[in-house]
């Protein structure tokens, strides 16, 4: 129970993790929250830093959602121990402690957190995800279908378990993207790499 909670937690440090903020530091010597959107996260990134350091960010923001869920599997059994974890994980990039409680909009941390627990359903999701920013042209669009399908899909492919995780991710991400959200319903949402959802 105590190394439970203290992966927990760790998970949560994992999660604010900025590598958004510390690549384009780094490697272009730029502060993203300044510039672009001001978001951390992989989309501002390829906007500002070029679309080679945008994936690289990308990975890293679903590697800190990935990781620490994959751990979780070797400490438990307990879907409610991955169901945590990965919330740290997410709530730390929504509010990383490195950045005064301010972050990104955690849709690839989320996706890291769903590979490991729900692979096939998150690989549906996102098939229609891309569909939809293929046919739109909007990037948040695209992530909040796939935050709203998912939990149909884990209903309907009987993953019951995780079904608690996918309405508290729908919640965050819709939270996280209501700027974007108002943006789709006046019609101001920008296309394609000048979204703002990663």
Same mark, same amino acid.
């Given at each position: 129970? #105590?190394?439970?909670?203290?992966?927990? #937690?760790?998970?949560?440090?994992?999660?604010?993790? !900025?590598f958004?903020?510390? /690549?384009?530091? @780094? $490697?272009?010597?730029?502060d993203?929250?300044?510039l672009?959107?001001?978001n951390?996260?992989?989309?501002?990134?390829?906007?500002?830093c070029?679309?080679?350091?945008?994936?690289?960010?990308?990975? /890293?923001?679903?590697?800190?959602?990935?990781?620490?869920?994959?751990?979780?599997?070797?400490?438990? *059994?307990?879907?409610?121990?991955?169901?945590?974890?990965? &919330?740290?994980?997410? #709530?730390? =990039?929504?509010?990383?402690?490195? &950045?005064?409680?301010?972050?990104?909009?955690?849709?690839?941390?989320? @996706?890291?957190?769903l590979? !490991?627990?729900?692979?096939?359903?998150?690989? +549906?999701?996102? @098939? &229609?995800?891309? +569909? $939809? #920013?293929?046919?739109?042209?909007?990037?948040?669009?695209?992530?909040?279908?796939?935050?709203?399908?998912? !939990?149909?899909?884990? +209903?309907?492919?009987?993953? +019951?378990?995780?079904?608690? &995780?996918?309405?508290i991710?729908?919640?965050?991400?819709?939270?996280? =993207?209501?700027?974007n959200?108002?943006?789709?319903?006046?019609? *101001? *949402?920008?296309?394609?790499? =000048?979204?703002?959802?990663?």
């Amino acid at each position: 129970m #105590i190394i439970d909670l203290i992966w927990i #937690i760790t998970s949560y440090v994992i999660g604010s993790i !900025p590598f958004g903020v510390l /690549f384009a530091n @780094i $490697f272009c010597g730029i502060d993203p929250r300044t510039l672009g959107s001001g978001n951390v996260g992989a989309t501002n990134i390829t906007r500002i830093c070029g679309r080679k350091l945008g994936f690289i960010t990308l990975f /890293f923001d679903v590697l800190k959602g990935f990781f620490p869920v994959v751990i979780a599997t070797y400490l438990s *059994e307990s879907p409610f121990m991955y169901t945590m974890t990965g &919330l740290a994980a997410i #709530i730390g =990039h929504l509010y990383s402690c490195f &950045l005064h409680f301010k972050g990104g909009k955690a849709v690839a941390t989320s @996706i890291g957190v769903l590979i !490991p627990i729900a692979f096939w359903q998150l690989l +549906f999701a996102a @098939i &229609l995800c891309t +569909f $939809f #920013i293929w046919r739109s042209g909007f990037v948040s669009l695209g992530s909040l279908v796939l935050v709203t399908s998912l !939990p149909i899909i884990l +209903f309907i492919t009987g993953k +019951f378990a995780y079904i608690p &995780l996918s309405l508290i991710i729908m919640a965050l991400i819709f939270w996280s =993207h209501k700027q974007n959200i108002q943006r789709l319903i006046k019609g *101001e *949402e920008k296309v394609w790499k =000048h979204s703002e959802s990663i």
